[in-house]
């Protein structure tokens, strides 16, 4: 079974600083995760032609949509790009890694996401949008969302409430499963109103963590998944070091994480969902599903980055084929 990724298209740079003075340059607070504007994107990219930096295609469904292809399932993913190189980047690099690209363009500076790693490993983050959350309605085409049997939809896309219960519409027209994240327990708070209405109404899995959860509910997880569950057929809950408990089937389910001491927690809830929608794809039961997937939360979380390596993926499958036995 196939899944559609609905998100914001972001590149991901890495940069090793030499010291902390481009944070200055730029205004951004050492060990801040901020929002910045396109004047401040343009002093960081200044500070990056002498620097040791790696990128990466990026955006939380991105991410999920790149794992599940390195699991050998069929993906895509929708967003919208700048007419920059960053751009043609990113379709290139969704292509490499084996998912279809169907994007909007608009002119100018493409999304990005900065991460500026200080002498002393501390991270400063500074997300420029660009043109990732400005997709409307009619960039989504109901015949790309009917190949597809789900369809994976961040939460920082309800910001653009037309747009997101647009794409429910048509994906329930057509039969394709609607997967939430929640993001952002602020995101939430913000639109729990509209969440209220859409979950019961289109969503079959949602996925949260313990703030989303509660800012959704009120309640603490084991309660709150309770409720949830009255409202989607499948609710999951990541608790970080705790694992994460799911709901569905009239049971609730509790599953171990994996994986030693962090390195870097980036990117551990979009391979935990990666590896979930991988087992619901392929008919594995809740806990083999969520067995899956905090496998997969726990390769990402031991190294730097947003991806697991290219090298791992090979023991990576071989232990999804245990899994599934």
Known sequence: MSTLGLGNALVDILLKLEDDAPLAETGMAKGAMDMIDENQMIVIQKTQSHLERTQAP??????????????????????????????????????????????????GISGCCTVLISPDG????????????TLTPDDIREDVIARYDFIYIEGYLLVNEPLVRSTMEKAQKHGV?????????????????????????????LFSNESEIKAFTGLEPEKA?????????????????????????????????????????????????????????????????????????G???????????????????????????
């Not at 999920?64 to 967003?79: D, V, Y």
């Not at 089937?249 to 590896?275: L, S």
């Not at 390769?299 to 036995?325: F, H, S, T």
């Open 58 to 107: 990026g955006g939380s469904v991105c991410n999920t949509m790149r794992a599940m292809a390195n699991l050998g399932t069929k993906t895509g993913f929708i967003g919208k790009t700048g007419s920059d190189s960053l751009g043609e980047y990113y379709e290139k690099a969704l292509l490499d890694a084996g998912v279809t690209p169907y994007f909007a363009r608009a002119k």
């Open 122 to 133: 501390e991270r400063t983050m500074g997300t420029f949008l660009g043109p990732a959350p």
């Open 177 to 205: 499963k609607i997967v939430l994240d929640l993001s952002n327990f602020t995101i939430v708070h913000a639109f729990r109103d509209f969440l209220e209405d859409i979950i019961p109404r289109y969503v079959h899995i």
């Open 225 to 297: 998944i309770r409720k949830v569950s009255q409202m989607v057929d499948i609710s999951v809950v990541t608790l970080g070091k705790k694992g994460s408990i799911i709901a569905g089937n009239g049971e609730i389910i509790k599953i171990a994480a994996e994986g030693g001491k962090p390195v870097d927690t980036t990117g551990a809830g979009d391979h935990f969902a990666a590896g979930f929608l991988y087992g619901q794809s392929v008919g594995a039961t809740l806990e083999q599903s969520g067995r899956i997937g905090s496998m997969l939360a």
């Open 299 to 325: 390769y990402v979380i031991g190294v730097i980055g947003a991806q697991a390596p290219q090298r791992y993926w090979e023991q990576i499958k071989l232990k999804v084929q245990d899994i599934l036995l």
